[in-house]
T-cell receptor, first 114, second 115 residues
Framework: RKEVEQDPGPFNVPEGATVAFNCTYSNSASQSFFWYRQDCRKEPKLLMSVYSSGNEDGRFTAQLNRASQYISLLIRDSKLSDSATYLCVVNWGTGGTSYGKLTFGQGTILTVHP | NAGVTQTPKFRILKIGQSMTLQCTQDMNHNYMYWYRQDPGMGLKLIYYSVGAGITDKGEVPNGYNVSRSTTEDFPLRLELAAPSQTSVYFC??????????????FGDGTRLSIL
């Protein structure tokens, strides 16, 4: 089983649609959770951290279910500029030299069309 | 503000050649990382460093070496290039003092082809 597994996609949605991405992780000791965005042939950039209580940033909502080891990202009112690959990222480091060792999912490609 | 700078951006190597991928950051981050990303895949950690003089292996270290003589620089060395090392290489850094929620800042990447 992969340490971090995402919906394979790709997702093709019209502008204005709501789209949800799912992610599961295998290490129950995981400490921190993130969604990164990666544009074509570019570097990954942090989209948002994911907190246990769930969190929202504009049109983006992230949820975490520690019991099920499941993370989600919801994008409302999709824009053309949302087209990118979305990477689910987990940090299971408990401190010391393991801190900051991120494990990336394979990414889910989103294409928003007019 | 330059952030994380990688050089070169593109390189083609012949099998058996060696090269060093350069990475430098100007944010005074102690933690630095090297990843590779194969087509359609997520990033895999090659090596990382928590400070000058300290390095450790990540998930896929075979065929690579690193050094960290200064806080700013974290070069990645390929000694005997193999076709399996064709990939996009990303360097990243972070400041652990801000807690676990701190993002990793990535360079633009180096696209390496081994022929």
């Amino acid at each position: 089983r992969k340490e971090v597994e995402q919906d394979p996609g790709p997702f093709n949605v019209p502008e204005g649609a709501t789209v949800a991405f799912n992610c599961t992780y295998s290490n129950s000791a995981s400490q921190s959770f993130f969604w990164y965005r990666q544009d074509c042939r570019k570097e990954p950039k942090l989209l948002m951290s994911v907190y246990s209580s769930g969190n929202e940033d504009g049109r983006f909502t992230a949820q975490l279910n520690r019991a099920s080891q499941y993370i989600s990202l919801l994008i409302r009112d999709s824009k053309l500029s949302d087209s990118a690959t979305y990477l689910c990222v987990v940090n299971w480091g408990t401190g010391g030299t393991s801190y900051g060792k991120l494990t990336f999912g394979q990414g889910t490609i989103l294409t928003v069309h007019p | 503000n330059a952030g994380v700078t990688q050089t070169p951006k593109f390189r083609i190597l012949k099998i058996g050649q060696s090269m060093t991928l350069q990475c430098t950051q100007d944010m005074n981050h102690n933690y630095m990382y090297w990843y590779r990303q194969d087509p359609g895949m997520g990033l895999k950690l090659i090596y990382y460093s928590v400070g000058a003089g300290i390095t450790d292996k990540g998930e896929v270290p075979n065929g690579y070496n690193v050094s960290r003589s200064t806080t700013e620089d974290f070069p990645l060395r390929l000694e005997l290039a193999a076709p399996s090392q064709t990939s996009v290489y990303f360097c990243a850094s972070t400041d652990p003092r801000g807690g676990r929620g701190q993002p990793q800042h990535f360079g633009d990447g180096t696209r390496l082809s081994i022929l």
